[in-house]
């Protein structure tokens, strides 16, 4: 027995996760942030004094690789945030896995292919028990080849760089546009331009750009996609 599996791959602040999310709700599939994966060992790694700020700095691919296999991951829905809470050895990881800084360390770690290679199985697991939304960067590519349906939802930096302002501005905190587009523009390199498994998007997937549609819209083109796909 095959569960359906639903990618939808693209660049941070593109409204994967918003997409992803409903759908899961929407059709009682399991969600997989498999970004938050690659941020928890980009934290973790950065806690072992592994990795820092410094992107020149060079990373010893080999103790983030025996700091991922000592690391017992699990997600939980919560339906009050609309996101999944990360079990890592039992405790709960707080929001700060979220934070751009995170997200820097995380696409540091994530150009080395034995620590994507120690990630794919609890990923690919993930498909065994029902269906699945999977959000990442090579959710289509590489870990499920074999999808049913691909989505890769992008938007331009820019548009990325002015949602994370209001997203900022909306919580209470200071925002400058130009430093989070910087930040998201050497990110969006670092991603789309590692060797292994770069962000791009799978062959048959369907290319949609958010920056001009709001979340329902894209929400809505999502779907008539995966009903095509039947
Ligand atoms: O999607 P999110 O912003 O949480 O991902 C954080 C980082 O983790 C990305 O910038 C990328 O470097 C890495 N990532 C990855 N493959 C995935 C998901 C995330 O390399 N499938």
Not at 54 to 69: G, P, R
Request: with cysteine; aromatic share 6%.
């Amino acid at each position: 027995l095959r569960y359906p599996v639903i990618c939808i791959d693209g660049p941070s602040g593109a409204g994967k996760g918003t997409v992803t999310w409903r759908l899961a709700q929407a059709l009682d599939y399991q969600l997989l942030d498999s970004g938050a994966l690659y941020r928890i060992v980009g934290l973790k790694a950065f806690e072992a004094g592994l990795v820092t700020a410094d992107t020149s700095q060079v990373i010893d691919e080999m103790a983030v690789l025996k700091l991922t296999q000592s690391l017992e991951i699990a997600f939980v829905p919560n339906n009050a945030s609309g996101r999944v809470d990360i079990l890592v050895n039992d405790e709960a990881v707080g929001e700060q896995v979220r934070n751009e800084t995170v997200g820097g360390y995380a696409s540091q770690i994530a150009i080395f292919p034995k620590v994507r290679e120690a990630l794919l199985k609890l990923q690919q697991d993930m498909a065994t028990r029902s269906g699945l939304v999977a959000d990442g960067r090579d959710m289509g590519t590489i870990v499920f080849p074999n999808a049913d349906v691909k989505v890769f939802l992008t938007a331009s930096a820019e548009a990325r760089a002015e949602r994370r302002v209001a997203q900022l501005l909306n919580a209470g905190q200071t925002a400058d546009f130009d430093a989070i587009l910087t930040t998201i523009k050497a990110r969006d390199d670092r991603d789309e331009n590692r060797s292994t498994a770069p962000s791009k998007p799978a062959e048959d997937a369907l290319l949609l750009d958010s920056s001009i549609l709001d979340a329902d819209t894209v929400y809505e083109q999502v779907k008539k996609h995966c009903q095509t796909k039947g």
